[in-house]
T-cell receptor, first 119, second 112 residues
Framework: NAGVTQTPKFQVLKTGQSMTLQCAQDMNHEYMSWYRQDPGMGLRLIHYSVGAGITDQGEVPNGYNVSRSTTEDFPLRLLSAAPSQTSVYFC??????????????????FGAGSRLTVL | AQKITQTQPGMFVQEKEAVTLDCTYDTSDQSYGLFWYKQPSSGEMIFLIYQGSYDEQNATEGRYSLNFQKARKSANLVISASQLGDSAMYFCAMIQGGKLIFGQGTELSVKP
């Protein structure tokens, strides 16, 4: 059971370039989310999804797009990278959406993280 | 705005002693959930413990326990008998508005 798979693990971009961070889970999880981690700021939610075809904004959505065409995949797109988007990105999923019910089933399973540097 | 706060950027503890990591939250919801995660230097996120707002007992998982004080809106993590492997970042998180929001984290260093 692979869990949550993120690719790539490392990426260097130039300002203005676009790229997609891939996230796939094989646990049939309902809820998927993207976070960015910056020193001293913890993990901040970028976008999340409660099911295929449904996405919503988190705390810091500007500059990022997402889509969820299947239950398994939740890619994060940077349309025009900026140095402020240099960060470590985590994809995470849970079997139940926190919006539907609150319980231990909302525990997030995280991917290994993707370190992005924008020059 | 609803939020979650960890006021200790860094903590030190002697090996084999207990340590408490603070977490306070602000919410107007009656039903909510609180989580603690550990992030070692290798970077992965590891779930430690969960507490529901309606749970009557404080959650415990091995050496981890959660000191949940609902009236004070605090959910402190207690690690008993600290080990060198407990050195890591620790994050408190809360379900708010259908999503999981994290605090800033506390870096714990265990001294031999």
């Amino acid at each position: 059971n692979a869990g949550v798979t993120q690719t790539p693990k490392f990426q260097v971009l130039k300002t203005g370039q676009s790229m997609t961070l891939q996230c796939a889970q094989d646990m049939n999880h309902e809820y998927m989310s993207w976070y960015r981690q910056d020193p001293g700021m913890g993990l901040r939610l970028i976008h999340y999804s409660v099911g295929a075809g449904i996405t919503d904004q988190g705390e810091v959505p500007n500059g990022y797009n997402v889509s969820r065409s299947t239950t398994e995949d939740f890619p994060l797109r940077l349309l025009s990278a900026a140095p402020s988007q240099t960060s470590v990105y985590f994809c995470a999923s849970s079997s139940h959406s926190p919006g539907h019910s609150i319980s231990g089933a909302n525990v997030l399973t995280f991917g290994a993280g993707s370190r992005l540097t924008v020059l | 705005a609803q939020k979650i706060t960890q006021t200790q950027p860094g903590m030190f503890v002697q090996e084999k002693e207990a340590v408490t990591l603070d977490c306070t939250y602000d919410t107007s919801d009656q039903s909510y959930g609180l989580f603690w995660y550990k992030q070692p230097s290798s970077g992965e996120m590891i779930f430690l413990i969960y507490q529901g707002s309606y749970d009557e007992q404080n959650a415990t998982e091995g050496r981890y326990s959660l000191n949940f004080q609902k009236a004070r809106k605090s959910a402190n993590l207690v690690i008993s008998a600290s080990q060198l492997g407990d050195s890591a970042m620790y994050f408190c998180a809360m379900i708010q508005g259908g999503k999981l929001i994290f605090g800033q984290g506390t870096e714990l260093s265990v001294k031999p």
